[in-house]
């Protein structure tokens, strides 16, 4: 690892612009814009003039910027880039372990890609609860309430929640990826970050959440998704979006084509792949789902209790899921249907493996003393306390005070966090139309 390159790393996801000029920043961008987002100002006539110079130079200042990340992203190769951001992870540890020194700087602007049943609805209320609690902006759907900010059409005006704001840290809801919206939208420093599951194991989930077997009137049969994976194309070539069944993860992330990858897709594919691992800062896996989020925690500057989850799986109980054995000619027949995904996964849990090999020897030690303050967490929680409990530091953490309202906090659906923040967002008049 050079140190000039742990450096750089380390100070870029830092460069933040003033809170209030970001807005301008973006605003004096509309010129370059397909798309204009909400972006509102409260300023006198009279700082108009230091307005249109501020504007020059953040949006110098910007444009270099990107210049410089791109250069980086470009000329390395991504094994170094996760040794570099591994690095700047263990740089933020260092500096965030009990508060030792503020180099560590809280990060709060975060676009979370939400995959269908791979873990997100437990991610995203994790994200939620850090939103509502720093006071931070949502990008919302137009409806409260709702999951949907552009699945699987895309992120569009009309489908968004028109707020009064400067700029927007936190997207949560399913929609689907696509750069340049999503850099229009976000504020400047935005952290990518989304989650990923293993292919067959996904395609089980959302198989039987999505009742897939019953419209396709398997639901009596012994092994549905055995007799759908002997020829999986007699279904999904019929149906709109290949049935949920067919590169679903990449198609979240921006993959366009959800049906067959040809020869000739797969150099497409894998430019995919190496755009994202340059969009995406990290990538949680379910598999190591405590790991993932260690990760997210080093990355975001975060504590221990910010990252504390409920262990009951969101969506788990309400479908069936019977066990089966597939054949090799049934695996087969998914690793050619949802080739993206398995590409996409095996890049990035590599790439997942890498950052934890870089994270540092005491890696380990961390994940577990958080795996035990999640666990005691929620063996409190379950008992409906009606006092607060203080747990006790470790190497990696301040004390941490649980107070039973946390506790209802942490049980808390995606859609009880959306009546909560959408809450706010009216109180406070954000939902003006502009
Ligand atoms: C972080 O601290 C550990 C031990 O305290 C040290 O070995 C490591 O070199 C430090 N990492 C950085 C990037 O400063
Ligand atoms: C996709 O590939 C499968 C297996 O090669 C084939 O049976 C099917 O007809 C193809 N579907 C389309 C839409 O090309
Ligand atoms: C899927 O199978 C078809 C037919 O065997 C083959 O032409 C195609 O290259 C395969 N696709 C992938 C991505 O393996
Ligand atoms: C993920 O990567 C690790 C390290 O390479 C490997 O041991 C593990 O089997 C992979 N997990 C899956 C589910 O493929």
């Known amino acids: 690892m050079s140190t000039s390159h742990e450096d750089t790393q380390a100070r870029l996801p830092d460069t933040t612009l003033p809170a209030a000029s970001s807005c301008e920043s973006r605003r004096a961008g509309l010129l370059l814009k397909i798309w204009d987002f909400p972006c509102k100002k409260k300023l006198g006539t009279s700082s108009t003039g230091l307005l249109i110079l501020t504007c020059v130079f953040i949006l110098l200042f910007h444009h270099l910027g990107i210049v410089r990340r791109g250069n980086i992203i470009m000329t390395?190769?991504?094994?170094?880039?996760?040794?570099?951001?591994?690095?700047?992870?263990?740089d933020n540890l260092?500096?965030?372990?009990?508060?030792?020194?503020?180099?560590?700087?809280?990060?709060?602007?975060?676009?979370?890609?939400?995959?269908?049943?791979?873990?997100?609805?437990?991610?995203?209320?994790?994200?939620?609860?850090?939103?509502?609690?720093?006071?931070?902006?949502?990008?919302?759907?137009?409806?409260?309430?709702?999951?949907?900010?552009?699945?699987?059409?895309?992120?569009?005006?009309?489908?968004?929640?028109?707020q009064d704001v400067d700029e927007?840290?936190?997207?949560?809801?399913?929609?689907?990826?696509?750069?340049?919206?999503?850099?229009?939208?976000?504020?400047?420093?935005?952290?990518?970050?989304?989650?990923?599951?293993?292919?067959?194991?996904?395609?089980?989930?959302?198989?039987?959440?999505?009742?897939?077997?019953?419209?396709?009137?398997?639901s009596a049969k012994e092994n549905p998704l055995g007799l759908f994976l002997d020829n999986p194309w007699q279904y999904v070539t019929k149906r709109p979006r290949g049935l949920m069944t067919m590169n679903l993860q990449s198609f979240v992330l921006g993959w366009k084509d959800r049906y067959n990858v040809t020869d000739d897709d797969r150099e497409e594919g894998r430019k995919f792949i190496s755009q994202l691992d340059s969009d995406f800062s990290l990538v949680l896996i379910l598999e190591y789902f405590d790991a993932s989020l260690v990760l997210l925690r080093r990355l975001m500057c975060w504590t221990f209790y910010n990252i504390l989850y409920d262990r009951q799986p969101r969506n788990e109980q309400t479908y069936y899921k019977p066990a089966s054995v597939y054949t090799e000619h049934q695996l087969k027949n998914h690793r050619n249907l949802s080739w993206?995904?398995?590409?996409?996964?095996?890049?990035?849990?590599?790439?997942?493996?890498?950052?934890?090999?870089?994270?540092?020897?005491?890696?380990?030690?961390?994940?577990?003393?958080?795996?035990?303050?999640?666990?005691?967490?929620?063996s409190y929680c379950a008992?409906?306390?009606?006092?607060?409990?203080?747990?006790?530091?470790?190497?990696?953490?301040?004390?941490?005070?649980?107070?039973?309202?946390?506790?209802?906090?942490?049980?808390?659906?995606?859609?009880?966090?959306?009546?909560?923040?959408?809450?706010?967002?009216?109180?406070?008049?954000?939902?003006?139309?502009?």
């Open 340 to 378: 993206v995904d398995y590409q996409l996964y095996q890049h990035f849990n590599t790439s997942l493996w890498s950052k934890i090999q870089a994270a540092g020897s005491d890696f380990q030690g961390e994940l577990e003393a958080f795996q035990q303050l999640n666990d005691d967490v929620n």
């Open 76 to 90: 390395s190769p991504s094994s170094d880039k996760d040794l570099r951001m591994a690095a700047a992870i263990q």
């Open 168 to 218: 927007y840290n936190m997207l949560v809801h399913h929609t689907v990826y696509d750069r340049v919206k999503f850099h229009q939208l976000m504020a400047p420093d935005t952290q990518y970050v989304a989650i990923l599951r293993e292919p067959l194991s996904h395609l089980k989930s959302a198989f039987f959440y999505f009742s897939i077997d019953s419209k396709l009137g398997l």
């Open 94 to 162: 260092n500096a965030s372990t009990r508060g030792l020194n503020s180099q560590c700087k809280m990060k709060t602007n975060l676009a979370f890609l939400k995959v269908h049943k791979a873990g997100s609805h437990t991610t995203a209320c994790i994200l939620q609860r850090f939103g509502y609690e720093h006071g931070l902006n949502f990008v919302l759907p137009k409806k409260c309430g709702s999951a949907n900010l552009g699945f699987p059409e895309g992120l569009t005006k009309d489908r968004l929640m028109k």
């Open 383 to 434: 008992g409906r306390p009606t006092e607060k409990k203080t747990f006790p530091a470790s190497k990696w953490n301040e004390a941490v005070e649980i107070t039973p309202e946390f506790c209802r906090d942490l049980k808390n659906t995606r859609k009880k966090w959306d009546k909560k923040i959408c809450q706010r967002v009216h109180e406070h008049g954000k939902d003006r139309m502009i």
